[in-house]
């Protein structure tokens, strides 16, 4: 249960942002002002990365498919070679959500989801120990304990596992979504989500409190592990290789079956059904998602052959 609670706050996009709406000035960057005019980010100088990417065509529609880190540190050259090549082909964006600009508007959907609605504050959900180890955490990391007391076990869970990222250097600011949204909306090409920024928290809202409180405990356990993880994870994406990042992320999937589908492998089905769907009008579309989702068993790619389509590997 630890492990794939501590991976599977990965696998949305939306939870980079939790820290962001809560604690704006931790991040003024991911505010952006309505009349500004979005420029295109400048390509990264730097560690030479080939993420995988992955296609699905028929006569008249294209689809690629790229998995996506949420949050990286600069310095990486991704958006080059074929990735660029086929971001400049599409016509159109298609991510996990459509990135808010607003944080304010980000905090007013996300804090009422978060706010514990029976009256219970987080403190008392947690064994003695338990919540001593989760308060010294929450000051290692500089918040307050108390400031999260009326909020439900998973808010303070992906808050808690994206905080230390950014005091290691990783920024939502340069992970790819951030990157592929700025490059679309200055070339002025359409923005899709596949998932709603309600439905990505409602996964982790709607999980019953023994798995919400277990979650947040093995963030507690593992939080000095949570730097080192992603960076293993960031070297496997970098190098293009989905099965080694596959066995990382995706660690201890059979060993909660239930819960890895209705987080994981069911968003993958829905998410192909949409894509098949879209096969059916002409066009070329970039697909942006987390690298987890197209890696390891009961991917996306696994869902798409399943509904006939062929999924080829890009060579770079």
Known sequence: MKKILRTLAATCAVIPLAQCALFPGGNAAMAVEPAQEVAAPAVAEG????PALWVVKDDDTTIYLFGTVHVLKPGLSWFDEAVKDAFDKSDELMLEIVLPEDQAAMAQTM???AM???????????????????QAAMTKVGVPPAQFDQFEPWFAAVTLSTLPLMKL?????????????GRAK????PIEGLETIEQQL????????FSQ??????????????G????????????????????????????????????????????????????AEPGTVFVAVGAGHLAGEHSVQDYLKERGLTVTRVDY
């Open 186 to 189: 200055a070339e002025g090409k």
């Open 213 to 226: 409180v277990a979650f947040l405990n093995a963030v507690v356990k593992d939080i000095d592990k949570i």
């Open 228 to 279: 080192p993880t992603l960076d293993t994870l960031v070297d496997q994406w970098s190098k293009g290789d989905p099965d080694g990042l596959a066995q990382t992320m995706n660690e201890n999937m059979e060993a909660t079956p239930d819960l890895a589908k209705r987080l994981l492998f069911d968003r993958n089905a829905a998410w192909a059904e949409q894509l098949q769907a879209r096969m």
């Open 116 to 134: 514990a609605q029976d009256g219970k504050t987080l403190s008392s959900r947690l064994a003695p120990d338990d919540r001593a180890a989760y």
């Open 169 to 181: 250097g990783f920024d939502p600011e340069q992970g790819a979504e951030k990157q592929l949204t």
């Open 202 to 209: 409602g996964f982790f809202d709607t999980l019953p409190e």
């Open 111 to 113: 804090i009422p989801l």
């Open 47 to 50: 560690v030479d990365a080939d």
